[in-house]
C-alpha cells in the first residue's frame, strides 16, 4: 500500500490550497482517510477525515478549520482532496494523510494510531 500527498506550498493569509492524497496497493470498498497536521516542534493534530463505504461518507473536521476547509474524495481516482480556504499563519504546517482499510467511528478517525498508512506529507507555509 502506498499514500502520496502533494498540493502543498507558500500562500499569504487569506489564502487557498488544495491537498491530494491518493491510496495504491488496496482495492477495498470501504476506506477510512484523515488529514493531519504538524507544526514544527508541536504534536500532530487531526484536521479532518473521511470514511466511507458504498453507501455512506462521514465527515469531521477540527473546530479550528470549520467553514475554511473541506475533505471530499474521487472514487475513480482514489484521491482525497482537502480544500483550504482563508489560510492563517497558525495553518502552517506539515500535513500528512493516513488510510486504513475499514471503517473508523466518528471519535476513532481522529486518533493518529487508528492508520495503519501514511505518507511523507506535504508543507503548507502560511505568511502573514
Known amino acids: 500500500v502506498k499514500v502520496v500527498e502533494s498540493g502543498g506550498g507558500s500562500v499569504q493569509a487569506g489564502g487557498s490550497l488544495r491537498l491530494s492524497c491518493t491510496q495504491s496497493?488496496?482495492?477495498?470498498?470501504?476506506?477510512?482517510w484523515a488529514w493531519f497536521r504538524q507544526p514544527s516542534g508541536k504534536e500532530r493534530e487531526c484536521v479532518a477525515t473521511?470514511?466511507?463505504?458504498?453507501?455512506?461518507?462521514?465527515?469531521t473536521y477540527a473546530d479550528s478549520v470549520k467553514g475554511r476547509f473541506t475533505i471530499s474524495k474521487d472514487n475513480d481516482k482514489n484521491t482525497v482532496y482537502l480544500e483550504m480556504t482563508d489560510l492563517q499563519p497558525d495553518d502552517t504546517a506539515m500535513y500528512l494523510c493516513?488510510?486504513?482499510?475499514?471503517?473508523?467511528?466518528?471519535?476513532?478517525?481522529?486518533?493518529?494510531?487508528?492508520?495503519?498508512?501514511w505518507g511523507e506529507g506535504t508543507q503548507v507555509t502560511v505568511s502573514s
Open positions: 493516513g488510510w486504513r482499510n475499514g471503517w473508523l467511528t466518528v471519535a476513532a478517525s481522529l486518533e493518529a494510531k487508528r492508520y495503519n498508512y
Open positions: 496497493g488496496f482495492a477495498t470498498r470501504t476506506q477510512s
Open positions: 473521511l470514511v466511507h463505504n458504498s453507501k455512506d461518507t462521514q465527515t
